[in-house]
Each structure stands twice: as structure tokens, then as C-alpha cells.
Nanobody, 117 residues
Framework: QVQLVESGGGVVQPGGSLRLSCSAS????????MGWYRQATGNERELVAI???????NYADSVKGRFTISRDNAKNTVYLQMNSLKPEDTAVYYC???????????WGQGTQVTVSS
């Protein structure tokens, strides 16, 4: 089992910033591929960003240049820095983990991000 605990969601005005955090336990963090997904009401869950144990990253086109995923392996934590937020970023954001050599995915509880004036 991998347990993921998220924090940092909230309400922000367009153009504002939020930083999401996800702490992992129950596994060797350095062997986890970490990701952030989001799901807006009525939509499918979509990949926002991923980061490998070595720090390589990938982003959805919709957030590229605005969001930054990072990890602190010493703290077993992955972050999502969200800048220049838009109303269309409003969604429940989920932390995701996959062990190297595995296809089983683990999910956090989700945290609501609302971008509204």
C-alpha cells in the first residue's frame, strides 16, 4: 500500500497562485513516479503533470509554462506550483503514484481548487 495525503487546495482569483503538496508513505519514495491529475465537474480525469524519481517532468499543454511539478525525496513529498490560474483550472486535483516496475496506481483523496472572481 502507498498512502498519499494532499494539502494546499482552496479558492483563488484568476491570475493567482496556489501550491499543492502530496506526502507519500508506505513505499520507497525514490522508486515512485509521481503525478498530478485533475477532474472538473462532468469531465474525465486528466493528467496535469508527472515527475520521475530522477526529476524528469512532463506537462499537459494546457498548463505548460504556468504549473511546475517538483519533488523533495528527502521529505517524501511532491508539489504542484500553480501560477497564472484560470477559471478553467477549477477542478479536484489528485496526487498519483506508481512504483517503478509496476502498473498499479495509487491515489490521494483529492483537493478542490476553485479559480473564481
Amino acid at each position: 500500500q502507498v498512502q498519499l495525503v494532499e494539502s494546499g487546495g482552496g479558492v483563488v482569483q484568476p491570475g493567482g497562485s496556489l501550491r499543492l503538496s502530496c506526502s507519500a508513505s508506505g513505499s520507497i519514495f525514490g522508486a515512485l513516479i509521481m503525478g498530478w491529475y485533475r477532474q472538473a465537474t462532468g469531465n474525465e480525469r486528466e493528467l496535469v503533470a508527472i515527475i520521475t524519481p530522477g526529476g524528469s517532468t512532463n506537462y499537459a499543454d494546457s498548463v505548460k509554462g504556468r504549473f511546475t511539478i517538483s519533488r523533495d525525496n528527502a521529505k517524501n513529498t511532491v508539489y504542484l506550483q500553480m501560477n497564472s490560474l484560470k477559471p478553467e483550472d477549477t477542478a479536484v486535483y489528485y496526487c498519483n503514484a506508481v512504483r517503478l516496475g509496476s502498473t498499479r496506481q495509487y491515489w490521494g483523496q483529492g483537493t478542490q481548487v476553485t479559480v473564481s472572481s
